[in-house]
């Protein structure tokens, strides 16, 4: 990891007790001490984020909340999404682009209301949060303030049983639906709730005070339906579901269009060309992109991992894998990886290179595993 | 059990004549979390000492299985081709990986024992 530090200087999480007290293996990830797994181990853990509830610690992710005359157009001089239109307690994915139309960094931005005010709360990637912030600071100075919150904790409760369970402490969090939050009481605490995720599940995010968070955590945790998930079965869920893992599948080299996510470029953005990268950008969508991130499903049962070379039936390479793993809830390999435009199509068979052999996998759609947001 | 000798590396070989049979620690399986997929040699292929003999694969990576001794691979657990998990299960029996008969015998003389073997463990930890 680029920026590992040595394990004494990690940071820890609020919860990080909570972790240490259920065994959990910590290991050290964007500066952080985390937990990778807990006894019950990866593939237990996924299945019950699938089956009933999963706690997650996510304190890591940076959270800010970004302030100005007119917060939504100054945000969206560094992403394409749109933005202005997003209504009070509407969230949305988009991505912090460099000039050249790579992807610096995927966030969620919530647009909130204080005070009659209008202004937008941000999550981003622990790995990216410092430089992110620094950017969009820089980038907006003189129109909007960033405020970065230090001293919140952030919990994710993703799976079928997290809106009962949920429910319970916070009754308005059933009001929601998939991509909208609000700030509300959960057991008598201040938090902002969204329902959100990142394994396809449905479930919440809750941002909360650092001092609560172990108190809400052992709470939800009293339920039979809860159980602690670490990273690993975290990077098994998003993958099954699709979804990028920034530093791998998406990068400062990667268009929007590459990646299969030119829907987060808005149609109100395409037509007005303002976003950093946009002539790229708009000719990749208008005359599609050389390459594209696809699904993989490689045949029998041995898992391809990050970097394997991917080759055509003529054995020319054609691009390489940027996450792979084992699905548990398919019990067989998954991976998603770059291909050139022409090996794209969903059925097409591939060869990726696995230690010195080759394993057939064929071109699949995503997501691997249906999601199950509430959307209404 | 007696006869059953390990390397810092957590494989471990057992001894019957001249054959032996090769696996991973629980200790490693622990490590490695779930075991979803392993590959394992071509009988008839001949392994020096340290050789890569087979690979294990869990949720999230894949490590190496290098043999403990040198020799020529007789067998193989085909039963791992069908359940993985036996390796996270039955680490020092039914999660064995293959059996080689042995070229060179005093190689088993590098190994640790049992006892040697749980206090290397217990500093690790």
Redesign the interface.
Known sequence: MANAKPDTDLLKTPLHDLHVAHEARMVPFAGYAMP??YPG????E?RHARSAAGLFDVSHMGQAILRGADVAASFEKLVPGDIASLAVGQMRYTLLLNDAGGIRDDLMATRIEEDGRFALFLVVNAACKDADFAHIATALEGEAELEILEDRALVALQGPHAESVLAELAPGCRDLVFLEGAGMAVDGVEAFVTRSGYTGEDGFEISLAADAAMAFAEKLLTHDEVALIGL?AR??LRLEAGLCLYGHDIDETTTPVEAGLSWAVGKRRREAADFPGAVTILKQIAEGPSRKRVGLRPEG???V?EGAPIRDAGEQLVGKVTSG??A?TLEQ?IAMGYVSAACAEPGMSLQIEL?GRSVSAEVAAMPFVKPRYKRS | MADRKYTEDHEWVEVDGDAGVIGISDYAQEQLGDVVFVELPDIGKILDQRDEAAVVESVKAAAEVYTPVSGEVIEVNEELNNDPSLVNTDAFGEGWFIKLRLSDPTELEDLMDEATYKTFVAGLN
Do not use: L
Not at chain 1, 41 to 44: K, L, Y
């Open positions: 990778v797994q181990g990866i593939m237990t996924h690993g990077d098994s049962r041995a898992p991992r793993g084992f548990p390999p230690r």
